[in-house]
């Protein structure tokens, strides 16, 4: 097997096919083996998982979770990886290479196709650029025992934020809601080559089988939660009115006080629970 992460023997390969990493779609060359193999042992793969990888890259990743997992289906949208990765993961009978887009693709069916019988996950060393897009795409597909990304340190941190802290924000509640982040580990921007200018961490989030909160309509919450972050500053009230004109300011204080909240409550300070009520409330009042 190839050490994906050993730049001596990966340049002259890259060369021989004329492949040069794509600052546009966020391709960087890991070169260090201990990250790719943290990853897939971290976020728990076995031969009872099937693995869903987004952006395989060259394959440093690939390989880790192919050695461990009873199927991988790695998905990648650059053609002009496939004689490199025959080179770097050829061998593993138990990868499927989808030469897509996976935001085009339908995951959910995709996962039931593919892993039957198996313990479904994702994992990915996801691009900057689109981290956001293909994890809305993973967690709304409702169809992972987890999600476990590489993706920029602050995102990760955002995702794991408690209410009222600075990175909290309606990202953090959507990824919450779907699972329970837990920041695994950084990894340094000189373990890859370009270095990027930022430090990287790994996230793992194992799905909720069940939500803790009554939500009367899903679309409601997350319209609320969007509300409330978008004037963040402000009075909560300021945020619901914006978010909901048929409410009104009138109406929003409403809201606000039949949830037993004060009526200088922000939004960046409530947590699911909360937010759950707020939107309960604006569904009764219908």
């Given at each position: 097997?190839?050490?994906?992460?050993?730049i001596?023997?990966?340049?002259?390969?890259?060369?021989?096919?004329?492949?040069?990493?794509?600052?546009?779609?966020?391709q960087?060359?890991?070169?260090?083996?201990?990250?790719?193999?943290?990853?897939?042992?971290?976020?728990?793969?076995?031969?009872?998982?099937?693995?869903l990888?987004?952006?395989?890259?060259?394959?440093?990743l690939?390989?880790?979770?192919?050695?461990?997992?009873?199927?991988?289906?790695?998905?990648?949208?650059d053609?002009?990886?496939?004689?490199?990765?025959?080179?770097?993961?050829?061998?593993?009978?138990?990868?499927?290479?989808?030469?897509?887009?996976?935001?085009k693709?339908?995951?959910?069916?995709?996962v039931?196709e593919k892993?039957?019988?198996?313990?479904?996950?994702?994992?990915?060393?996801?691009?900057?650029?689109?981290?956001?897009?293909?994890?809305?795409?993973?967690?709304?597909?409702?169809?992972?025992?987890s999600?476990?990304?590489?993706?920029?340190?602050?995102?990760?941190q955002?995702?794991?934020?408690?209410?009222?802290?600075?990175?909290?924000?309606?990202?953090?509640?959507?990824?919450?809601?779907?699972?329970e982040?837990?920041?695994?580990?950084?990894?340094?921007?000189?373990?890859?080559l370009?270095?990027?200018?930022?430090?990287?961490a790994?996230?793992?989030?194992?799905?909720?089988?069940?939500?803790p909160?009554?939500?009367?309509?899903?679309?409601?919450f997350?319209?609320?939660?969007?509300?409330?972050?978008?004037m963040?500053?402000?009075?909560?009230?300021?945020?619901?009115?914006?978010g909901?004109?048929?409410?009104?300011?009138?109406?929003?204080?409403e809201?606000?006080?039949?949830?037993?909240?004060?009526?200088?409550?922000?939004?960046?300070?409530?947590?699911?629970?909360?937010f759950?009520?707020?939107?309960?409330?604006?569904?009764?009042?219908?």
């Open positions: 097997m190839i050490d994906v992460t050993d001596h023997l990966m340049k002259p390969l890259l060369a021989e096919h004329g492949f040069h990493f794509s600052k546009a779609k966020g960087n060359f890991l070169t260090a083996r201990w990250v790719p193999e943290s990853i897939a042992e971290d976020a728990g793969v076995d031969e009872t998982a099937g693995v990888e987004v952006g395989p890259g060259i394959g440093p690939t390989q880790q979770l192919a050695l461990r997992a009873g199927k991988v289906c790695a998905v990648e949208v053609r002009r990886l496939e004689p490199i990765l025959k080179r770097t993961v050829g061998e593993f009978p138990n990868l499927e290479i989808i030469w897509d887009d996976v935001l693709l339908d995951v959910k069916a995709l039931a892993f039957a019988g198996l313990r479904p996950m994702a994992c990915a060393n996801l691009p900057y650029y689109i981290t956001s897009p293909i994890l809305t795409a993973l967690l709304e597909a409702e169809c992972f025992d999600v476990t990304v590489m993706v920029q340190k602050e995102v990760a955002r995702m794991a934020a408690k209410p009222g802290t600075a990175d909290y924000s309606a990202f953090t509640v959507f990824c919450q809601y779907y699972a982040p837990e920041v695994l580990f950084d990894v340094p921007a000189g373990c890859f370009p270095q990027p200018k930022v430090t990287s790994v996230i793992h989030l194992p799905v909720r089988k069940q939500r909160w009554e939500i009367l309509d899903e679309k409601v997350f319209r609320v939660v969007r509300a409330s972050f978008a963040r500053r402000k009075k909560l009230a300021n945020g619901l009115a914006s909901f004109p048929e409410l009104g300011k009138t109406g929003a204080a809201v606000i006080a039949a949830c037993g909240f004060d009526e200088n409550v922000r939004g960046e300070t409530l947590g699911i629970p909360e759950a009520r707020i939107a309960n409330e604006i569904v009764r009042r219908g």
